[in-house]
């Protein structure tokens, strides 16, 4: 039987505004299993983030216009009414945030800002959901949790906000998490913290994540599968191990080579030649050709197909029989 | 400019209404069909052309049989002239007092802020009421209050500016190469506070336009014989049964003037400094 | 405690500020004119004049006169109305209720108009009802008081007769002088609320609190509105003392027995005494009314409660 919790088909999404016309995502396909740490990565406006915010669909429509499907234990968000996303957000599906500093509200205690998510999803008490919301504190390792109910965010460290709105997003116990680049804005030290608990949590409450990172080391040290993304596409997708050893596309191969390593210590890092394409702008054919130190002639006409490689895809002309056409 | 100015369709509307209104102003007596205190008691209260009146007097006449087409056209010259100089004068005391407290701190900081407070939590119309019963009325007077009631915002602008220089680093480092302060002060924040003045300025115009005309509808304006707009709504509200438009006109003059003004002060920020832009 | 510090703190610059304006209002005074010359007949001879000068205690040093002045003053002696013969303090203190129901009822009508529309006008952000409530907010900051009170007039009570010109007596005479007061201030709100809210509504929070599964209103209204409101609040004060300036004027227009056409009247008769009650009260109202604005303002805000 499928254990796939969350699937996106051909989805797509393209930004209408006054300066043009950008495709941010396009047709990007992935699955998410029961318990499947699924990493999104890519440098900043590959499309990574807006990903995530289609799926929990938090982007303003217009500009955004979103295709395709985001199937969630086999219903499509993108055709629920608002009022039943509702149901699915913060329920079924939570998300995380890059800034925790900025994440809650000033005004209100904490106490009040999680208590508000039980009180909306679930049929319960105004004590139940305090007691709940305390000790989902207390398995986000948060030392005391009562006097922190009581307290505002301006009282509280960024690691210890990012915490409570982990501890936030798992009350209701969703299917599925999305963490967008939820250790960016925080230290190094504290960042190992929230990436463990990130671990715990999904080793304990079953719970799959989406993390959306730039950060390989990141990728490494939490996720199964690594969807690599690179001006709105995802270029490969494969178990983490395979994206390590044996990275098929080039800008894979590019992206690890730019990370130091214990073991080139010494040698010179290699940055990937050029720069981005707007994404106003993109080149005809494959958005990376400019870039590639790969590049033929198929590369200028056409996007290059998603090749399966069994257990792995990647989408780039080399793995087709057009690489060896005569040019 | 030009190009910004074109896409903005509500900043064109805008600069066109002022530059009418200056117009007006400058061209008053060769533009006006009439003698704006000439009376005609023959032919008092006619209704304007539009209202059953005749082309002889446009927008009718007022109980002195005066013609308010030129009595409008006239008005603008009491509106245009408070609020330009009103403006320039408020700017200099502005400027003066903020670089003053923002140049000396201290207790000289402390006292001009003080009035500063005190004066913004004054309502400046009570306070140009004030000042005008205590000086009188005369165009002097009635610049001198416009003034007195909007050089806090120059002062705030100016001060500030002086602080986040005097902050800055750089300014050690002219210092210690010789150079004057004075001369650092000018040469560092002229360019920073010309944009923001540019539109504090024109959207205190827009202010002191409706402060010029309340305290000419209440009689404490400049002399009552000089025709201004806010004098001839009081006088009209009297004969509100027989011809209304005597009322109504002058108040449309004044709103549209005044949205004119605001329509080209929003243009203005937009422009000059995209970043206060909401 | 930080509430207290903070509010200590502006309770003395609130008071500074009530001296400070005793201050400028008995210079300007002083400068203004010679009460003597008033109280007397015009065919008195200089003696008398100076006679008089010496009684009253003109001729003391300025300092002198303003301490006297403030302390009559903390007394409840403002000296007497030379037009009413009567003690200045007890006119002014009759014709307070009237700017009071006034004042409080324009900002009602101001706030029950400015809060929605500018909230609506913020989340329908670019759609026709913003453009429609923008426009009408520009529009109602550029109609002068007195004008929008005269059209008023002119439609409700001499076209369609439906309420009086003027007039105390029952509430519909109350609505028109309501109305044109609390309409600038109304403007005002709607679009600082405006601002404030697009602000607010564009927070990372916002996007916790909709990804959190919250309704639109929920979202609204407790996370964005509190949060916006904490922000518009101090404006709100400032209002409240552009309103009671435009009380002098809505009070002329439509005849309402209140301080504010008092003042008007008692400038013109020279009638100093009175003037310089009503200013002193007039500041005095603002100062508290902005101080009470202070402590709702460290109430919504932990930040300042707390700390």
Sequence with gaps: ?327 | MWKSLKESKTGLVGVIVVLLVVFAALTANIIAPYDPTKQDVMNKLMNPVFAGGNFNHILGTDQLGRDVLSRVIYGSRITILVAFFGTILAGVIGTLLGAIAGYYGKWVDAVIMRIVDIQLSFPFVLLALFVAAVLGRSLKNVIIVAAISSWVQYARLVRGEILSVKEMEYIEAIRSVGSKNSRIIIRHIIPNIISPAIVQATLGMARIILMEASLSYLGLGVPLEIPTWGRMLSDGKDFMLSNPWLAILPGIAITITVLGVNLMGDWLRDYLDPKLNV | MGMAKYLGKRFIQSIIAVFGITIIVFIVLNIAGDPVKLMLPDTASYQEIEEMRQKMGYNDPLIVQYLRFLGNALRGDFGTSYKYNEPALQIVLERIPATVTLAVSSMMIALVIGIPAGMISAVKRNSITDTVIRSLALLGQCVPAFWLGIMMMLLFAVKLKWLPTSGFDTWSSLLMPSLTLGVFTAATITRMLRSSMIEILGKEYIDVAKAKGLGRYVIIIKHAFKNALSSVMTVIGLQFSSLLGGAVITETVFAWPGIGRLLVQSIENSDFMVVEIIVIFMAFAIVIINFIVDILYCLINPRIKLQ
């Design chain 1, 1 to 327: 039987m499928d254990d796939t919790i969350l699937k996106v088909e051909n989805l797509n999404v393209v930004f209408n505004t006054k300066y043009g016309c950008a495709k941010a995502v396009n047709q990007a396909n992935f699955s998410l299993k029961k318990g499947q740490k699924l990493g999104l990565v890519g440098e900043s406006g590959s499309g990574k983030s807006v990903i995530s915010k289609s799926i929990i669909r938090l982007l303003a429509s217009p500009p955004a216009q979103i295709s395709g499907k985001i199937l969630l234990e086999g219903q499509n968000l993108l055709e629920l009414s608002e009022k039943k996303m509702e149901v699915y957000r913060g329920n079924k599906i939570s998300m995380i945030f890059q800034e925790p500093m900025v994440c809650l509200n000033p005004l209100f205690t904490i106490g009040n800002q999680m208590m508000e998510v039980l009180i909306k999803h679930e049929k319960i008490t105004k004590k139940e959901a305090k007691s709940r919301s305390i000790e989902m504190l207390r398995t986000v390792e948060i030392p005391s949790p009562e006097t922190r109910m009581k307290q505002y965010p301006f009282e509280l460290s960024g690691g210890m906000r990012q915490r409570i709105m982990i501890a936030m997003s798992l009350l209701c116990h969703p299917e599925v998490l999305i963490a967008d680049e939820p250790t960016t804005a925080l230290d190094v030290t504290i960042q190992a913290q929230i990436i463990d608990l990130l671990n715990n949590l999904n080793r304990d409450f079953g719970t799959s994540i989406i993390m959306i990172t730039h950060d390989l080391g990141v990728i490494a040290e939490m996720v199964d599968t690594v969807a690599v993304m690179y001006c709105g596409n995802i270029v490969e997708k494969a178990p983490v191990a395979d994206i390590f050893d044996t990275p098929k596309h080039p800008y894979t191969e590019g992206l690890l080579n730019s990370i130091p390593s214990m073991e080139d210590s010494g040698k010179d890092l290699e940055a990937i030649e050029g720069s981005v394409p707007s994404l106003y702008d993109l080149p005809k054919g494959c958005p990376f050709r400019n870039r590639c130190k790969y590049v033929r002639k198929v590369c200028e006409y056409h996007i290059p197909p998603t090749v399966d490689l069994g257990g792995r895809s990647v989408s780039c002309f080399q793995y087709t029989d057009q690489w060896e056409v005569k040019e």
